[in-house]
């Protein structure tokens, strides 16, 4: 009976990981959703979809080991075939990037690196293989047909319900009046250390983002800008960083955007130089057109597509 309750403890803890693993990747869920565009065959309107598919799938395994259902038919299997598919991917990660950075299993709540992750996976195998041939389960009467399909269908509804797709954020800025307003950017050529920004950002069209090293928003659209760079490395996105130099390198191994055009501008006195160009809401990312701010683009609304055709009106 005692090695029954142990088994029956680890399987609700296995359950518990697996719950609050999906949880945490819903808010906020785009480090999750960019994950697969960076893969390189999902486009960023279906994304959004698969994200939300696989944390459903984690909701769904934790259901079934939680309420003892279809174990061996399905929960530990599942469970089994998702940690490898992570851990091929998690050993993908540091051979192409290094250990460095968040992976992303607990969304940003709990920051792990590459191999923390894939430590942590292999412990949960090892328990699955455990519970695989030693936990058939508690003997419960059986369940009728329609609560199982209620499972299946409420686990992979919930993500959709808690963080629902935004259909029409892709709409964008495109079609809106633009803004017009100029950004004197002498502060920026005359206070900027680190890198002396080029003269050039002011004339001609730039994406100019304006960053906080330790602004969790920042980090996801570094990381999204990273991802548009890739694919297209002619857009001339520049970043303006402001922070401590201590955070860079933290900021670098998160969004791996070393190689980006940046420099940094910290406060000064009277004026804060940062502050005077970008304002107080982080990130201000700015399309600019000869000095002209032509649009303000939250990162959620920025789009790879929508840039390119701004770029050759």
């Avoid at 029956?8 to 697969?36: A, D, H, N, R």
């Avoid at 923390?116 to 519970?131: E, R």
């Avoid at 100029?182 to 900027?192: G, N, P, R, V």
């Avoid at 001339?236 to 420099?263: M, Q, R, S, W």
Wanted: net charge neutral; charged share 15%.
């Amino acid at each position: 009976m005692f090695k029954k309750i142990i088994l029956g403890l680890l399987c609700v803890l296995m359950s518990v990981v697996f719950i609050f693993s999906g949880y945490t990747k819903l808010y906020p869920i785009e480090p999750f959703e960019y994950t697969f565009v960076d893969l390189g065959f999902i486009n960023w309107q279906i994304a959004p979809f698969i994200a939300r598919i696989l944390i459903g799938l984690e909701f769904f395994i934790g259901i079934l080991l939680l309420f003892n259902i279809s174990l061996r038919k399905i929960a530990y299997k599942s469970g089994i075939a998702v940690l490898l598919i992570f851990c091929v991917y998690l050993i993908l990660l540091i051979f192409f990037t290094g250990n460095k950075g968040n992976c992303g299993c607990f969304g940003t709540f709990i920051q792990m690196t590459p191999l923390q992750a894939l430590i942590k996976n292999a412990i949960m195998l090892i328990g699955f293989f455990i519970l695989y041939k030693y936990h058939d389960g508690w003997n419960f009467n059986k369940r009728p047909a329609i609560i199982n399909s209620l499972l299946f269908v409420s686990a992979f509804a919930m993500p959709f319900i808690l963080n629902p797709v935004e259909l029409n954020y892709s709409e964008a800025y495109l079609n809106k009046p633009e803004e017009n307003f100029k950004i004197e950017l002498d502060s920026l050529y005359q206070h900027a250390t680190l890198n002396v920004p080029p003269k050039t950002l002011s004339q001609g069209k730039h994406i100019i983002a304006f960053m906080s090293l330790k602004c969790p928003h920042c980090r996801i659209a570094a990381n999204k800008i990273r991802i548009i760079h890739e694919r297209n490395p002619s857009i001339p996105f520049y970043f303006v960083l402001n922070g401590a130099e201590k955070n860079l390198k933290p900021f670098f191994e998160e969004t791996h955007t070393e190689d980006i055009p940046h420099c940094m501008l910290v406060g000064g006195k009277p004026i804060n130089h940062f502050i005077y160009l970008a304002g107080t809401e982080m990130p201000a990312i700015y399309l600019m057109n000869n000095s002209i701010v032509e649009h303000t683009v939250y990162y959620i609304d920025l789009y790879q597509e929508e840039i390119e055709k701004w770029l050759e009106k």
